[in-house]
């Protein structure tokens, strides 16, 4: 896992990858300027987001990877993060499910340290866009063994735990390259997603028909209780 990261970072920073990380970056800028809390997480290190977390109003975030790049906080297994539960406000995953076996196993691990009502923001590599490396091009051995998950089957995942998908951008968006991504560069497009952690709340329902003659019982029964104790009396 260690060699797919520190492969997918040398990836990023060559032409093929240039134009997607440069809307992703903007992207995010737009997005992290929405959210608010008191720590953010970013798990992996394939791309620099360090400008767009610069807009971020949250102070406190923490940069964890699977191998001792510049710039992190701690070395971490993505399925077994050291935070106790419920901790984390905010959390971004730039191309990590690429990197692991068991894709589903990480997202469960996210949902357990995310708050209530936390965020979750993934970024991903196109598949079929992606999957062209097996076939051309140096990345063959590579490329074989990323899990290539599209934005279909993130937002499936993520609305199992019950989440609720709240915007979900792809670069590009528009164009031959939009619908025909095996044609393009090997990892020139991509998808990201912003998600919302619901949490079940309490559903007012309004009052149906009749709703003034019952609000009047508790009276009713009082008034005739009352009248029953003095017949008694007397």
Known sequence: MRQLSRFLRAFCTTAACAKM?????????????????????????VADFDEA???????????IADAPFEQISAVVEFQEL?????RIDLIVMPYV?????????VLREVDRVLIADGRLIIMGFHPANAWRG????????????LSLFGAGRVVDALQTLGYEIQQVDFYPNSGWRRW??????PFSQGYALLAHKKTSRIKLIGLRDGWRWQSLL???????LTNKVHCEKS
């Open 21 to 45: 990380m440069q809307h992703q970056q903007a992207w995010l800028v737009r997005t992290l300027r929405k959210q608010f809390g008191y720590y953010a997480l970013q798990l992996g290190v």
């Open 53 to 63: 977390w610069k807009t971020c109003p949250i102070q406190s975030h923490f940069v």
């Open 82 to 86: 050291p935070f106790a539960s419920k």
């Open 97 to 105: 499910l690429e990197l692991v076996e068991d894709p589903y196993a």
């Open 134 to 145: 097996r076939l051309f091009g140096q990345q063959h051995s590579q490329v074989e063994a």
């Open 180 to 185: 025909l991504p095996w044609l393009d560069t």
């Open 218 to 224: 508790p009276q009713l029964a009082k008034r005739n």
